[in-house]
């Protein structure tokens, strides 16, 4: 079993790690990991359970994940598919944020974090020694439970994940393409050089998800993304996550049971241990999860009989 840790400084920073091992088509003029590393390989359907779901896209093998000596989730075995979105439920406390950041290695950034197991992006092992984390986060995006625009114009903050990355192209026409994409740019194109923190919560969130889709990730991964919003806009969050599904994939952690049955494909029911260690217990198809689950757990969470 692998297991990696976050010691190391360049996997904090972003710096690119090669080892003497790695092929020169994983790696550009620069010494960067090439784009090229995560296209799909022959290893893509490896397993069983990639086998069983088309168009797989992210797998966890047997992930744990660990802060210090803390085992914080176990034994997480799932696949997400291209154009789905996911749902991670269960009680606070059960690993569902945990394994969420894990899936862009946003769990780098907190010292003494190890993981496990593998997690596999087009059947590359994320975690390798030659992958630059920044790239996996660029293709994995992620948007935060509360809006976090920066103190920056609307423009800027939309404008500066393309900069960052040297994107080349139109960068107005970059702005307008994420705006309209967050069913956002009819309400703020005529002030775009305002700053960001005059626009309502709602609308504060659809900026962080435009800011996401602006250097063209293939997932977004959403943690509890309405917990701070009024129905209306959680409405039209959720409305924004339908249409989006069809060019992404969305994994969505939440708390609320009718967000979940309304906008995912599948969903994941996560639980907790006597000694606090996180596990899932199951995942399928989102109506049979909430018609007809497998496990008596299940059942007792979505029925509302344990919280």
Not at 49 to 66: A, G, H, M, Q, V
Not at 107 to 128: A, K
Not at 197 to 210: E, H, K, P, V, W
Request: glycine letters at 8%.
């Amino acid at each position: 079993m692998a297991t990696y840790t976050t010691t190391d400084t360049s996997q904090k920073t972003g710096t690119p790690m090669a080892t003497d091992a790695q092929s020169t088509s994983d790696v550009s003029s620069d010494g960067a990991p090439s784009k090229a590393m995560f296209e799909p390989s022959a290893n893509s359907r490896r397993s069983g359970t990639l086998r069983e779901k088309p168009n797989p896209l992210i797998e966890c093998d047997d992930l744990s994940i660990f802060y210090g000596d803390f085992r914080a989730v176990s034994g997480i075995s799932m696949v997400f598919g291209k154009n789905e979105i996911t749902a991670l439920i269960g009680p606070s406390g059960c690993g569902k944020s945990t394994v969420l950041r894990t899936l862009n290695r946003m769990n780098d950034l907190i010292p003494g974090t190890r993981v496990e197991g593998r997690v596999s992006y087009h059947g590359q092992d994320m975690y390798g020694k030659e992958v630059d984390p920044i790239e996996v986060r660029r293709r994995i995006g992620m948007v935060f439970q509360k809006p976090n625009p920066f103190p920056k114009s609307i423009f800027d903050n939309i404008a500066f994940g393309p900069r960052v990355l040297g994107m080349k192209g139109d960068m107005d026409g970059i702005v307008e393409s994420a705006l309209t994409r967050a069913a956002l740019w009819d309400e703020v194109k005529d002030r775009l050089r305002t700053n960001a923190f005059g626009m309502s919560g709602g609308q504060q969130q659809r900026l962080c998800i435009a800011r996401c889709l602006a250097v063209e990730p293939d997932v977004i991964l959403m943690d509890e993304p309405c917990s701070a919003l009024d129905p209306i806009s959680t409405g039209k969050i959720e409305d924004l996550m339908m249409e989006l599904r069809k060019d992404y994939s969305i994994v969505i952690v939440t708390h609320n049971m009718q967000q979940a049955a309304r906008v995912s494909d599948r969903t994941a029911f996560f639980t907790v241990t006597e000694d606090r260690v996180g596990q899932m217990v199951e995942i399928d198809d989102t109506e049979k999860m909430f018609t007809n689950p497998s496990d008596s757990r299940t059942e007792a969470y979505v029925t509302g009989k344990v919280g």
